[in-house]
């Protein structure tokens, strides 16, 4: 199987594994949704490296299940990207303009 087929094959059951995970039993706890807000917004704002940039609540993140549940879920909601580089998942520029693809 070629890398791109298997690579989006295997994107495409993770996507349909999740979907029938259904809806949390924390949802509509405040500490969820507190949760995951503090969990998208590091998703999105997170400086790879600098762990100064992610926003938690440390102790609720240990001690209470529907916060943990929220943040988790709630950073893997808005991770646009899984890779280190910090793009949020724009295509490299580095060599725009110099004919190097």
């Known amino acids: 199987m070629k890398p791109a087929i298997a690579l989006t094959f ?4 993770s996507l349909l594994a999740g979907c029938g995970l259904g ?8 500490n969820y949704k507190a949760g995951y807000s503090d ?9 790879p490296g600098d ?4 926003t938690r ?9 529907a916060y943990n549940a929220g943040w988790k879920a709630g950073y893997n909601a808005c991770q646009i ?3 280190t580089s910090g ?3 724009m295509p490299d520029s580095s060599n725009r303009g110099t004919g190097v693809r």
Request: aromatic letters at 8%.
């Open 10 to 13: 295997a994107l495409a059951c």
């Open 23 to 30: 809806r949390s039993e924390y949802a509509d706890e405040p």
């Open 39 to 47: 969990g998208c917004w590091t998703a999105t704002s997170r400086v």
């Open 51 to 54: 762990p100064s940039t992610i």
């Open 57 to 65: 609540n440390e102790e609720a993140f240990k001690s209470d299940p």
């Open 81 to 83: 990207r899984s890779d």
């Open 87 to 89: 793009s949020m998942g």
